[in-house]
């Protein structure tokens, strides 16, 4: 942690950081923490939950394993350990982040969910306040990501079902459903994942494929498919690297639009690079989608209080109803500027998003997973060192009375 002054008054707690603000404790903002503490400067993290990466604690199922090899997934400066599996779990991941953070001794303060953040043009620097304490650097990193928030689909009827509705951030086991007729509705990585968990347990899933879906093997002749796309993008084209992942996707999954899994017209890596949609690695349910275990639906039409009607005419009774729908960034909520759009994601486009004006950085919303967490933390922490150094040199030269090696605050 950064170190920091406090001025007490009636109504709020007053915080001058030495270093930059990091609002998010998850792999992004430890990431940031870390490089920053590499060129030897301070920094404050603050986390709304109660533990670092909630998202994985609190709002993951339990089988949850890393999509890509864990070389692909590592934080900058500390790698994973060599017993890991190939794809760690999802407690062999929450423990890696819990080694990084106390490898780089980073200590955020939870429980200070961020309610504004502006900067501050008198005075030069940014304000960003919590439920009880304001907190005031030169720097804002913002570090909750592309999935800070569940996403709640408005879906005609729902609320009138009689049964049990949940989000997959509340879904843990298929255990729970066992014997029950589950509408899953979304077809992406946790879509398909669930509906495979529940089919383990015995229940019996229906997945809503509204939409098309690029559904790609997590692996082709014992190599990872992202691994054989990141090597074949060093020497052709994006597109060219889409067409020959489609052709090995067809000749060891099949045609899947002959299962109700339409693939989009836009290969699988420039989708994602435009829109953030992920393709879906298959770990076991296409399987299950081809023996009839699981079933695939279209759209929903309208949800009754025993059942659902789909677009195609069809009527099912259904028990539960989870919803696979993804999640959202929340920096429009709290974020004072307009650097970010509607949506929560940088206006510039990777690779540049990671900067704009004022001492505002982001990191997580690449589109890149970990891996554009990774490049962003490193640039941000060599921008932010540079101006340090500057600071620093300004202060010596100027003899004034602030610690030599802190830039100068207002009091």
């Known amino acids: 942690m950064g170190s920091c002054k406090v001025q007490n008054d009636k109504q709020t707690k007053s915080v001058l950081v030495h270093g930059p603000i990091i609002v998010g404790a998850g792999p992004s903002g430890l990431a940031v923490s870390a490089c920053l503490s590499q060129q030897g400067l301070p920094s404050l993290i603050l986390e709304r939950s109660d533990c670092l990466a909630s998202l994985w604690k609190h709002r993951t199922y339990d089988r949850l394993k890393l999509h890509l090899p864990k070389q692909f997934c590592e934080l900058p400066l500390f790698g994973f350990p060599e017993n890991f599996p190939k794809y760690p779990t999802k407690r ?36 960003v306040q919590t439920q009880d304490s304001e907190y005031i650097s030169k720097w804002l990193v913002v570090a909750t990501g592309e999935n800070a928030e569940p996403v709640f689909p408005d879906v005609v009827g729902l609320d009138k079902f009689n049964g049990h509705v949940l989000h997959t951030s509340k879904y843990k086991s298929g255990s729970e459903f066992k014997n029950q007729k589950v509408l899953v509705i979304g077809c992406g990585n946790s879509g398909m994942e669930v509906s495979l968990d529940l089919c383990r347990h ?43 992942l489609l052709l090995m996707a067809n000749i060891t999954l099949g045609n899947t639009d002959q299962l109700g899994l339409r693939r989009p017209k836009t290969g699988p ?87 704009g004006e004022n001492g505002l950085y982001t990191v997580g919303f690449t589109r890149r997973g970990l891996q554009g967490t990774a490049l962003d933390a490193d640039k941000i922490a060599q921008d932010i060192s540079e101006q340090w150094r500057k600071i620093k040199d300004l202060n010596n030269n100027n003899n004034n009375n602030y610690t030599s090696n802190s830039p100068s605050y207002p009091t």
Not at 104 to 123: E, N, Y
Not at 210 to 238: K, Q, Y
Not at 327 to 336: I, M, R
């Open 92 to 127: 062999q991941f929450i423990a890696y982040i819990e080694s990084y953070a106390s490898h780089f001794k980073i200590q955020p303060k939870f429980k200070q969910a961020v309610q504004t953040a502006l900067f501050d043009h008198a005075s030069g620097f940014w304000r």
């Open 202 to 244: 015995n229940a019996i899933p229906h997945m809503v494929a509204r939409n098309s879906v690029h559904v790609l093997p997590r692996e082709i002749f014992g190599f990872s498919t992202f691994g054989i796309a990141m090597a074949l993008l060093r020497w052709f084209p994006l597109r060219l690297v889409d067409k020959i």
């Open 269 to 355: 890596i420039e989708l994602k690079n435009i829109t953030g949609k992920t393709p879906v690695l298959d770990v076991g349910a296409l399987s299950q989608i081809k023996s009839g275990k699981i079933k695939v639906v279209g759209g929903v039409k309208e949800i009754t209080k025993n059942g659902a009607r789909f677009t195609d005419g069809q009527e099912k009774e259904i028990d539960a109803i989870i919803l696979a729908t993804g999640y959202k960034s929340n920096v429009p909520t709290w974020l004072k500027c307009d650097f970010f759009t509607k949506d929560g994601m940088p206006k510039t486009p990777f690779p540049n998003g990671w900067k």
